[in-house]
C-alpha cells in the first residue's frame, strides 16, 4: 500500500470591512471603480427591490463605465429555494458570467442569503459583497456569511459560510421599508442589547420613539452597535458553537412559533415573543428578577412587537430545533440584561 499526504493546510483571511452611511448606494458604483472586486457584477436582487433601487446602482454602473447585469426573483422566503439557485445561475452563464466576476447582493435576508450562497457556489465560488436593504439584513444576516436556502425538511438546511469581501450599509434604504419590517428588525437589536449591552439597552429606552421615526443619528448608531456586536461574536467563533448560542436569545421559541404559524408571524414577531418566553423560564429558574424581565417585556412592546403568544409551543415540539444538541435545548437566558447563560433542558 502507498499513501500519499497532500499538504492543503493553508491560512486564510476572511476579513472584510462593512460601510455605515447615508447615501452610500449612490456611491457604489464610484467605489467598486475604486476597488474593484470583480471584472462584472451580476446584481441579485428581489421584485421589490428590483424596481426600488436595482433599476438606478444599474444606471450608476453603466455611467461608470462598469459592466453589470440584473438578475431578480420573486420576493420573500418561498424563492428562497435550491430551484432560484439554479435559475440564477443559468442566467449567469447565459450573460457570460465566469470566474473573474462577482456578485452584488442587493436586497433584504432573501436575497443576501441566496446571492450568498450561489457566489460561494458558482463556478466553485467567487466574490460577492452584501448591500442590505432591510433593517434585519443591515443588523444580522448580512453579517457573519451564513448563507443558504430552505429545503423541505425545513429552513436553511443548505447551505454554506462564505464572508463577503465588504458590506455596505445606506440607511437611505429604510425610507421605503414598512413599518413591519422596521418593528422586525428592531426586534434583533433589542436582542442583541439584552444579550451583550446594558448601557445599548438604556439607549434603546431612550430613543425608542426617535428610531421608529427613523431619526437619522439614531438609526445609525443602533445600526453601528448591532454590527459590533454581531461582528464581535462572528470574530470569536465564525462556525457556530456556543459563543455564537448566544445570538439564539429567544429563537428557540421564536422558531417554533414561527413555524406553528406557518411562517405568517415575521421572524422578528415570533423572536419578541420567545424573548419574553426565554425570560419567564429565566425567572423561575431564579436567574433573572422579575423586574427585570418586565423592563425588557416593556421595551418590546413599546417597539409595537407582541409580547404573548395563545399557544405556546411545548418543549417537545422545540427538539427539532437545531438547538437541539445531545438530547437537550440549550436556552440562552438573560441573568440580567448585558448577561446572558445556557440552561440545557431535555428535549425528548
Ligand atoms: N444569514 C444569516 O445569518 C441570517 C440571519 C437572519 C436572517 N436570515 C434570513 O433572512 C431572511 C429574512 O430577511 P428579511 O427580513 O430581510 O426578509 P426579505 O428579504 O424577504 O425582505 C422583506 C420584504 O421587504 C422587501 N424589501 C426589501 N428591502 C426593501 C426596502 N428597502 N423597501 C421596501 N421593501 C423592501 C422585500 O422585497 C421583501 O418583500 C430569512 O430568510 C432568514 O432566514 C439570515
Ligand atoms: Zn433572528
Known amino acids: 500500500m502507498q499513501i ?9 483571511d476572511n476579513s472584510y470591512k462593512i460601510f455605515i452611511g447615508e447615501g452610500l448606494a449612490k456611491d457604489l458604483a464610484a467605489l467598486l471603480k475604486e476597488s474593484p472586486i470583480g471584472k462584472k457584477y451580476a446584481i441579485i436582487t428581489d421584485s421589490i427591490t428590483k424596481k426600488l433601487f436595482g433599476k438606478n446602482i444599474l444606471k450608476n454602473f453603466n455611467n461608470k463605465k462598469i459592466s453589470a447585469e440584473i438578475f431578480t426573483f420573486n420576493k420573500g422566503e418561498k424563492s428562497k429555494q435550491i430551484n432560484t439557485i439554479e435559475k440564477l445561475a443559468n442566467e449567469m452563464i447565459a450573460k457570460g458570467f465566469d470566474r473573474k466576476d462577482a456578485i452584488i447582493a442587493l436586497g433584504g435576508g432573501v436575497v443576501g442569503d441566496l446571492a450568498g450562497f450561489l457566489a ?16 434585519l439584513a443591515m443588523v444580522d444576516s448580512a453579517i457573519g456569511g451564513k448563507t443558504g436556502v430552505d429545503i423541505e425538511s425545513g429552513k436553511n438546511l443548505l447551505g454554506t459560510i462564505a464572508q463577503p469581501k465588504a458590506v455596505y450599509i445606506d440607511i437611505d434604504f429604510l425610507k421605503t421599508l414598512p413599518k413591519n419590517q422596521i418593528q422586525n428588525g428592531l426586534a434583533e437589536i433589542i436582542k442583541y442589547a439584552v444579550i451583550c449591552d446594558k448601557r445599548f439597552f438604556k439607549y434603546l429606552e431612550k430613543n425608542l420613539e426617535k428610531i421608529l421615526n427613523l431619526d437619522k443619528e439614531a438609526i445609525l448608531y443602533i445600526i453601528e452597535k448591532s454590527v459590533k456586536i454581531k461582528t464581535k461574536v462572528v470574530e ?106 445556557i440552561h440545557k433542558v431535555k428535549c425528548r
Not at 500519499?4 to 486564510?12: R, Y
Not at 466574490?127 to 433593517?135: N, R
Open 236 to 341: 470569536k467563533d465564525e462556525t457556530e458553537n456556543l459563543t455564537r448560542m448566544k445570538l439564539n436569545y429567544g429563537h428557540t421559541y421564536g422558531h417554533a412559533l414561527e413555524k406553528q404559524s406557518n411562517y405568517t408571524l415575521l421572524h422578528g414577531f415570533a423572536v419578541a415573543i420567545g424573548m419574553v418566553l426565554a425570560n419567564e423560564i429565566a425567572v423561575k429558574e431564579g436567574y433573572l428578577k422579575s423586574k427585570t424581565a418586565e423592563r425588557i417585556r416593556a421595551l418590546i412592546k413599546r417597539a409595537g412587537l407582541p409580547t404573548t403568544t395563545i399557544k405556546k409551543p411545548e418543549i417537545k415540539y422545540l427538539s427539532s430545533d437545531k438547538k437541539c444538541y445531545g438530547g437537550q435545548i440549550h436556552f440562552v437566558l438573560p441573568k440580567r440584561i448585558g448577561k446572558v447563560k
Open 4 to 12: 500519499i499526504k497532500t499538504k492543503l493546510k493553508k491560512k486564510v
Open 120 to 135: 460561494s457556489i458558482y463556478m466553485r465560488g467567487i466574490p460577492y459583497i452584501q448591500v442590505p436593504t432591510t433593517l
